[in-house]
């Protein structure tokens, strides 16, 4: 009894004197493997369920959800009924990767016709921008509109850390979604909605 004592003490400070890391499916991994799949794959590391621990987060959540409530929650319901798909863009707040001062009126007017036309092609809702705080969103004035993640909704749902620069998911009426954490290129969102 007494050297279990010990062991468990010893285990204990060892684990105290480094972090623990794990993989996307909260399988115990070495640092190197941990390492090794943010710089090669696509993974985030978050910080994990005990202080520190850190876990890898897959950047292209796919699943299903619960569509009737969200399409409720934002006053949808009429579009869950005709079976058209939601595009959200996810905006965490100012941060290192979208706070460069990059305000090139065309290039944002572009992107979000091109949106529109990804929505208009999948006979989705027009996209719907979301955000957890405001701070720097002055640069689509006149461009898109913005509105407060409800009740914390999706960062609840899908966007649970600060992922750099902003993501997207999209939903069907099934409550199938996929999505992309963090920077991606707007052709994604084309595709994902392919896949749905």
Same mark, same amino acid.
């Given at each position: 009894m007494k050297s279990f004592l010990m062991l468990a003490c010893?285990?204990?400070?060892?684990?105290?004197?480094?972090?623990?890391?794990?993989?996307?499916?909260n399988r115990r991994i070495v640092k190197e493997d941990y390492e090794e799949k943010i710089l090669n794959g696509p993974y985030f590391g978050v910080p994990g369920d005990q202080i520190g621990d850190m876990k890898l987060v897959h950047r292209m959540p796919v699943g299903v959800t619960d569509a009737r409530m969200i399409y409720e929650k934002? /006053?949808?319901?009429?579009?869950?009924?005709?079976?058209? +798909?939601?595009?959200?863009?996810?905006?965490?707040?100012?941060?290192?990767c979208n706070s460069t001062g990059f305000t090139d009126r065309a290039y944002l007017k572009n992107k979000h016709k091109s949106l529109l036309k990804y929505a208009e092609k999948h006979d989705a809702v027009p996209p719907l921008?979301?955000?957890?705080?405001? $701070?720097?969103?002055?640069?689509?004035? /006149?461009?898109?509109?913005?509105?407060?993640? +409800?009740?914390?909704?999706?960062?609840?749902?899908?966007?649970?850390?600060?992922?750099?620069?902003?993501?997207?998911?999209?939903?069907?009426?099934?409550?199938?979604?996929?999505?992309?954490?963090?920077? $991606?290129?707007?052709?994604q969102i084309d595709v994902a909605l392919k896949k749905l």
């Open positions: 010893l285990l204990t400070s060892f684990s105290a004197l480094g972090q623990t890391y794990f993989d996307e499916s934002l /006053g949808l319901l009429e579009e869950f009924q005709a079976g058209k +798909p939601l595009i959200v863009i996810f905006y965490p707040g100012k941060d290192g921008y979301i955000y957890k705080n405001p $701070h720097g969103l002055e640069k689509y004035q /006149g461009i898109q509109e913005w509105t407060a993640d +409800p009740d914390q909704l999706f960062e609840k749902l899908f966007f649970q850390y600060p992922y750099p620069c902003g993501s997207f998911v999209v939903i069907n009426p099934k409550g199938n979604f996929r999505g992309i954490l963090g920077e $991606h290129p707007i052709s």
